[in-house]
C-alpha cells in the first residue's frame, strides 16, 4: 500500500493510534486524505494535541530534508534572532549557500526603520561568521517583503527546503510563498498548519508548483529558551504574537526587575540616571523590587526546578537577551546585573536592535 502523508504537518497517515501523528479514524481515509486529526483540530478549533516532534525526529526530518534541497531558505524571527541561529544547528548547514529570511518584523515598534534592522541583522550575521548569507526581511503576517523574498527564491534552483528553529514562522512563510505561487483556491483549500505552539510541523512535507517543489519542516529545537520550558499554554503567552510591549525603569544598585517569575534582574551597579529599556511580548508582566525580597521571588518561581546566576556587564547601546523571553536594553549608563534565570537559560550581549545606534 502507497503510504500517504499529512499536508498540513508532513506526518505519516495512519489509523492505528489515534495517540500518534498522523491519526486519521478509518471510516475518514480516502483517496484524498491529506490532513491528519491533529491538524485539522490545530487548525478549526486552536487545539494543541499529541505535543511535538522529539528533538531528533525534527532533526533527521530536517536532515533528510537537506539532502533533498537544491536551496535553503534559513528562516529567523527577528525578536529571538540569537536563539534562532544556534551553532549546533549551523554546523548542519555549514556547506549550503542560504537565504536567511528574518521573519515578524511587524512585532517590531513602528518608528524602527526597517533598513536600520537590515543593517544591524547584516552585522550580527557577520559577527557569527556568516557574512556571504543573502538576507530578507518579511512578515509572513503582513505580507511585507514578500515580492523581494518571491524574487530571490528564483536563485534556490527546483528544490527548496524552509528550516529554521521551533515557531519563527516556517510554514507561514510557506503558506504566503503558496499563494503567490499557485493561489488558495488551486489548493482545495489546503495548506501548512501554522499554530502558535512550537514544534507543530512533524516531518518534510512537499508542495509541488509550476518549475519548484517546496519543503516545509519541523523546526530544529534549539536549547536554552524560557519558552521552552514552560507549559505550552504559557509559551503562547510569553512568544510576542501581537505586539512587543516595552518597559522602562531608572535602575541602580538595590534595584530588582522582575519579569514575572520567569526572570529576575539584579543591578548590582550603575551609573547615574541609568535607565534599562525592557521588552517582551504582551503577555508577559514586569515588576519593581529590591534586592532585599529576592529570596521570596525566587521561592514564588519555585515551578522551576532550579535557577542560575550569571552576572553580566551590559553597556550604553547594548542588550543583554535572555533566550526565548525578551531583552534589557541599557541606556545612558553601563549596569553591573546579576541574572537569575532557570537553569540552562541561555543569555547573550549584543549591540542593541533598538534605538539609537553607536
Ligand atoms: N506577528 C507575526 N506572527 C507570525 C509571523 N509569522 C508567523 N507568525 C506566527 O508565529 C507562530 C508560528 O508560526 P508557524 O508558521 O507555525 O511557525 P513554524 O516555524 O512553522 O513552527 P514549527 O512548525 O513549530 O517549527 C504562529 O502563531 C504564526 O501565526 C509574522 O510574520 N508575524
Ligand atoms: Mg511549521
Redesign the pocket.
Known amino acids: 500500500m502507497t503510504e500517504i502523508y499529512c499536508q498540513g504537518c508532513g506526518a505519516r497517515i495512519q489509523s492505528t493510534d489515534p495517540g500518534q501523528f498522523g491519526y486519521v479514524p478509518e471510516h475518514l481515509l480516502g483517496e484524498d486524505t491529506v490532513i491528519c486529526q491533529r491538524c485539522y483540530r490545530i487548525t478549526h478549533y486552536g487545539r494543541h494535541e499529541l505535543g ?1 516532534p522529539t528533538a531528533d525526529e525534527a532533526l533527521s526530518a530536517i536532515e533528510h530534508g537537506l539532502e533533498w534541497a537544491s536551496g535553503i531558505i534559513l ?1 529567523v524571527d527577528i525578536l529571538d534572532f540569537e536563539s534562532g541561529l544556534p551553532p549546533e544547528f549551523l554546523r548542519l548547514l555549514s556547506d549550503r549557500s542560504l537565504l536567511l529570511t528574518v ?5 517590531l515598534p513602528e518608528q524602527v526603520p526597517l533598513e536600520e534592522v537590515e543593517v544591524w541583522v547584516r552585522r550580527r550575521l557577520k559577527s557569527l561568521g556568516l557574512s556571504k548569507v543573502d538576507v530578507c526581511l ?5 505580507g511585507l517583503g514578500f515580492p523581494v523574498l518571491a524574487e530571490a527564491v528564483e536563485r534556490l534552483g527546483e528544490r527548496v527546503l524552509l528550516v ?10 510557506l503558506e504566503r510563498l503558496l499563494t503567490m505561487r499557485i493561489g488558495g483556491g488551486r489548493r482545495r483549500g489546503l495548506k ?10 512533524v516531518s518534510v512535507s512537499q508542495w509541488h508548483c509550476p518549475g519548484v517543489t517546496f519543503a ?1 519542516t ?2 530544529f529545537a534549539p536549547e536554552g529558551r524560557v519558552s521552552d520550558l514552560v507549559e505550552p499554554e504559557r509559551a503562547v503567552e510569553i ?4 505586539s512587543l510591549t516595552s518597559h522602562l525603569y531608572p535602575a541602580a544598585a538595590g534595584d530588582l526587575l522582575l519579569i514575572e517569575g520567569l526572570c529576575i534582574v539584579e543591578c548590582l551597579g550603575a551609573g547615574q540616571d541609568g535607565l534599562l529599556l525592557g521588552f517582551t511580548g504582551s503577555g508577559v508582566r514586569w515588576q519593581k523590587s529590591s534586592s532585599k525580597h529576592l529570596e521570596k521571588w525566587l521561592q514564588r518561581g519555585s515551578f522551576f526546578a532550579a535557577w542560575e546566576e550569571r552576572t553580566v556587564t551590559v553597556k550604553p547601546g547594548e542588550d543583554l537577551v535572555i533566550s526565548g523571553l525578551g531583552w534589557l536594553s541599557a541606556r545612558r549608563s553601563s549596569f553591573r546585573l546579576r541574572l537569575h534565570v532557570p537553569a540552562g537559560v541561555k543569555h547573550f550581549v549584543r549591540p542593541n536592535l533598538i534605538g539609537r545606534k553607536k
Request: glycine letters at 10%.
Open positions: 511535538t528562516v521573519n515578524k518584523v511587524d512585532l518579511v512578515s509572513a503576517l503582513t529554521g528553529v521551533t515557531n519563527v514562522g516556517k510554514s507561514s512563510i501548512p498548519t501554522v499554530s502558535p505552539y512550537p514544534g507543530t510541523t516545509d519541523p523546526g512568544i510576542p504574537h501581537r
